[in-house]
């Protein structure tokens, strides 16, 4: 899908326009005056349309004048797992653009994509980070104290209609 920005100048008298490249923004913006025919220089940049993922991606990414073209690229190049990465790094975890923004996925998050810390809770027992547990006692597992303790270093998180639990590391 096609991403659509909107470029919104600053001056009240001046008229935005909408663009979906960063050669077309160009372009208009060279040709962008004011009601008294001054040149309009500095423009709020919003996100129109896209996809829900790119969308949330642009909210993180805190999308402006000067930085809208390497969004741009982002989301053309970047699969969704690591957009996921940089959304929670850069709205979750405290990171900067500047921190992640040529190599999300490479910081230390741990990302499941689970509805809640019981499911989480759930896999890591059927996974075996417990331990082996006897069949005769997985009845009896209290799975709401695991996700309770899990809460400590893990949260959930809504990206794009999917839910998440993370832990920054």
């Given at each position: 899908?096609?991403i659509?920005?909107h470029?919104?100048?600053?001056?009240?008298?001046?008229?935005?326009?909408?663009?979906?490249?960063?050669?077309q923004?160009?372009?208009?913006?060279a040709n962008?005056v004011?009601d008294?025919g001054?040149p309009?220089?500095?423009?709020?940049?919003?996100?129109i349309?896209g996809?829900?993922?790119d969308c949330e991606?642009?909210s993180?990414?805190?999308?402006?004048?000067a930085?809208?073209?390497?969004?741009?690229?982002?989301?053309?190049g970047?699969?969704?797992?690591?957009?996921?990465?940089?959304?929670?790094?850069?709205?979750?975890?405290?990171?900067?653009?500047f921190?992640?923004?040529?190599?999300?996925?490479?910081?230390?998050?741990?990302l499941y994509?689970?509805?809640?810390?019981?499911?989480?809770?759930?896999?890591?027992?059927?996974e075996?980070l417990?331990g082996?547990?006897p069949e005769?006692?997985q009845f009896?597992?209290d799975?709401?104290?695991?996700?309770?303790?899990l809460a400590?270093?893990y949260?959930?998180?809504?990206?794009?209609?999917k839910?998440?639990v993370?832990a920054c590391?």
């Amino acid at each position: 899908m096609t991403i659509k920005l909107h470029a919104q100048p600053y001056d009240i008298s001046a008229t935005g326009f909408y663009f979906e490249t960063v050669e077309q923004y160009e372009q208009l913006a060279a040709n962008a005056v004011n009601d008294f025919g001054q040149p309009v220089e500095e423009f709020e940049i919003q996100f129109i349309d896209g996809e829900r993922i790119d969308c949330e991606l642009a909210s993180a990414w805190e999308i402006n004048q000067a930085n809208f073209a390497a969004f741009l690229d982002a989301t053309e190049g970047w699969d969704d797992e690591r957009k996921h990465h940089y959304i929670i790094a850069v709205g979750e975890c405290g990171y900067g653009h500047f921190d992640v923004v040529d190599t999300p996925d490479s910081i230390e998050i741990d990302l499941y994509p689970v509805d809640s810390l019981r499911e989480l809770a759930e896999q890591f027992v059927e996974e075996g980070l417990y331990g082996a547990i006897p069949e005769s006692l997985q009845f009896y597992i209290d799975y709401e104290a695991i996700a309770r303790d899990l809460a400590i270093d893990y949260s959930e998180t809504h990206i794009a209609g999917k839910d998440f639990v993370y832990a920054c590391r």
